[in-house]
T-cell receptor, first 115, second 113 residues
Framework: ETGVTQSPTHLIKTRGQQVTLRCSSQ?????VSWYQQALGQGPQFIFQ???????GRGNFPPRFSGLQFPNYSSELNVNALELDDSALYLC??????????????FGPGTRLTVL | SQQGEEDPQALSIQEGENATMNCSYK?????LQWYRQNSGRGLVHLIL?????REKHSGRLRVTLDTSKKSSSLLITASRAADTASYFC?????????????FGKGTHLIIQP
């Protein structure tokens, strides 16, 4: 077990709706990253938060947004859901990631299906 | 975009045999990590090798890194049925601390009992 938890496990939404996914990091880990993994692909980096501020972003549109809280929990919000947003969403925490030379510990993921 | 590419895409071997997977990447890196994923669930970290290291061992795992060829290999010795999973390499590019990890598409390993 990595000590990183995510909720919910599965979620079904309709195109155009909004969704919030949650992650609880390991205690003491100041960095959380979110990844999207489409079926049969490797994870793709969405963004990273360090001490409650976004400090890195992959090639995802602004309708993907996040929050990180002081209690080591975080959220990924996706607005105006599209069919292609159907994927496994993974969060990963690490100690201190400005240089990101530390191991990232992944949660079990939330599988989102958009109909 | 996916930087790394694992080779082969799929590998099926008999229990007890060794399994070797390769990974190639494109940019200069701080480190390269290997992860295992069972049945579309979360990723389990296996091993991290830094750019100034050439080889690393952890139990039945051996990882090599050749930065001149921008490639890495993962060797699993004496494979077991429980090793059946998808294996991904992921790179942390140099100076890209806030850019997250870049993953390949993975190698699907099947261990036949």
């Amino acid at each position: 077990e990595t000590g990183v938890t995510q909720s919910p496990t599965h979620l079904i939404k309709t195109r155009g709706q909004q969704v919030t996914l949650r992650c609880s990091s390991q205690s003491g880990h100041n960095t959380v990253s979110w990844y999207q993994q489409a079926l049969g692909q490797g994870p793709q980096f969405i963004f990273q938060y360090y001490r409650e501020e976004e400090n890195g972003r992959g090639n995802f549109p602004p309708r993907f947004s996040g929050l990180q809280f002081p209690n080591y929990s975080s959220e990924l919000n996706v607005n105006a859901l599209e069919l292609d947003d159907s994927a496994l969403y993974l969060c990963a925490s690490s100690l201190d990631s400005i240089r990101s030379t530390d191991t990232q510990y992944f949660g079990p993921g939330t599988r989102l299906t958009v109909l | 975009s996916q930087q790394g590419e694992e080779d082969p895409q799929a590998l099926s071997i008999q229990e007890g045999e060794n399994a070797t997977m390769n990974c190639s990447y494109k940019t200069s890196i701080n480190n390269l990590q290997w992860y295992r994923q069972n049945s579309g669930r979360g990723l389990v970290h296996l091993i991290l090798i830094r750019s100034n290291e050439r080889e690393k061992h952890s139990g039945r795992l051996r990882v090599t890194l050749d930065t001149s060829k921008k490639s890495s290999s993962l060797l699993i010795t004496a494979s077991r049925a429980a090793d059946t999973a998808s294996y991904f390499c992921a790179t942390q590019r140099t100076g890209g601390g806030a850019d997250g990890l870049t993953f390949g598409k993975g190698t699907h390993l099947i261990i036949q009992p």
